[in-house]
Structure formats: structure tokens, C-alpha cells
């Protein structure tokens, strides 16, 4: 039985024609995850995605994403998400930038973009040249950083509460409420050199009693003959519950 999930459209000899189109565009393709990968040239991003939508037919851009490599001398990768309607098959193309590099729009292509080149503008930092809107659309305003990046903290910079004082929505820097900050790792099996959150009650030892209580006798703690005839007999509920069956 086969399963349940849909097979990938293969179309062969694909990634052969896109290498031809693109030409030295292309930096490199990789078949990953049943879908193609094209990496190439940044400042022929746009060319290259033209190409695509006009030649082969990848008629919608669904999404731009973005990826954060911090190691990597261009640490961003953007990736471009390709639709074909009459192929039904999807293809991705990426290229690389940092900080300070921009990368080409491509809004004169798919107007959808604009939104998107925000989104990873906003969470990556990405500059996209060429972009008429180019803001912030995730986060809020004022807000420090970009969220995606691998070395942003994960605390943030700022955080936002309701003042009643203020009768308004407030930003302060994080404050960590840590009242417990100052962890003790010493066992008290062990026995530690003060005294432990708890243990004042035991300082003097347990209370004095007058006359301590003893149990020499059965007869002191009400055993005997007596208790266990008087623990035999059944109890009232017991013979309630076989009158009734």
C-alpha cells in the first residue's frame, strides 16, 4: 500500500535546462528534500527569477525565507520559494548577502514581494536595494535587533507590560525577576554550617514533656484481647450491604 502523502512531481532533465538558462547566474544545484535548489549569483537574483517565471513557466513566488549562518563570511541566505501551475512542481532559489550588502528586489516581478522582503528584512536584517517600502511589518516600532539572527538573545532587549499608573502600554529594559538567585548546592545529609530555610523550629531540639509516654504494657496501647474482639465484629455498613443483596 502506498502512502498516504502525495508523490513530488520529477521532471527530468530539469535541473540541466535551468543550468543552461541561467548560465553563469548559477553558482551551484543541489536536489534536496524532493525539490531543486539553485544557488546563485546575488546581484543576478532578479534575473535569474525572471528567467525562471517567463522560460520555465514558475509563475508564482510563494514565499522568501531567510537562514542565518553566523560562521559563514555572508551569513544570510535567502531563499526564494517557486511555484509552477501548469507543471505542478515547486523549485527554490537562493543566494547569499551579509549585513551590509544588499540584495536586488524583486518586486517589479511579483508585487507580492514587497510584503515578503519586509518579513525577512524585519527578522534577518536583509536589505533588499530597490525596495520602495522597505520597514519593519512583524515587530513593533522602536523595536531593537532582528529577531532571527542567531545571536539575538533569546531574553530580547526590552519588555512590555500595562502601568496602571500610566493608564497605558509601557517598554522598560529586561529585568529577570530571579528571587531565588542564590542557589545552594550543599546536601544537608551532609550537614551544612547554617541553618537551612525551615530548620529554626528544630534549633533546641524537640519540646520537653513533663511525664514521657511509655508503652511497657499491651494494655498501653489499647491491644489486647479485648481490641481484637471488638475489631472483628463486622461493621454496620457491611451488614446494610448484604441486607440489600
Not at 522602536?142 to 496602571?164: A, I, N, Q, V
Request: charged share 30%.
Amino acid at each position: 500500500m502506498g502512502h498516504s502523502a502525495p508523490r513530488y512531481a520529477v521532471l527530468d532533465g530539469l535541473g540541466d535546462s535551468v543550468a543552461a538558462t541561467l548560465g553563469d547566474r548559477l553558482l551551484a544545484t543541489r536536489f534536496t528534500q524532493g525539490e531543486y535548489c539553485f544557488t546563485v549569483r546575488r546581484e543576478a537574483v532578479a534575473e535569474a527569477l525572471d528567467l525562471l517565471r517567463d522560460v520555465h513557466e514558475y509563475q508564482q513566488l510563494m514565499e522568501i525565507a531567510g537562514v542565518d549562518y553566523p560562521d559563514r563570511a555572508e551569513r544570510f541566505e535567502v531563499v526564494y520559494c517557486l511555484l509552477s501551475l501548469t507543471k505542478n512542481h515547486r523549485i527554490r532559489v537562493a543566494c547569499t548577502t551579509d549585513e551590509d550588502t544588499p540584495v536586488p528586489t524583486v518586486t517589479h516581478i511579483w508585487e507580492v514581494a514587497g510584503w515578503l522582503e519586509r518579513e525577512v528584512y524585519d527578522m534577518y536584517g536583509v536589505i533588499f536595494a530597490g525596495n520602495q517600502d522597505l520597514r519593519r511589518i512583524l515587530t513593533d516600532y522602536g523595536f531593537r535587533g532582528h529577531p532571527f539572527r542567531k545571536d539575538f538573545p533569546l531574553t530580547g532587549y526590552s519588555e512590555m507590560r500595562y502601568s496602571e499608573e500610566q493608564g497605558r502600554v509601557v517598554y522598560e529594559p529586561v529585568k529577570l525577576a530571579q528571587d531565588f538567585r542564590n542557589f545552594d548546592f550543599t546536601s544537608p545529609w551532609e550537614g551544612a554550617d547554617y541553618v537551612l530555610p525551615g530548620d529554626e523550629k528544630s534549633l533546641g531540639g524537640p519540646p520537653p514533656t513533663a511525664t514521657p509516654k511509655t508503652t511497657d504494657k499491651p494494655s498501653d496501647t489499647g491491644a489486647g484481647a479485648a481490641a481484637n474482639k471488638e475489631a472483628a465484629k463486622p461493621s454496620e455498613n457491611a451488614d446494610a450491604k448484604e441486607g440489600k443483596a
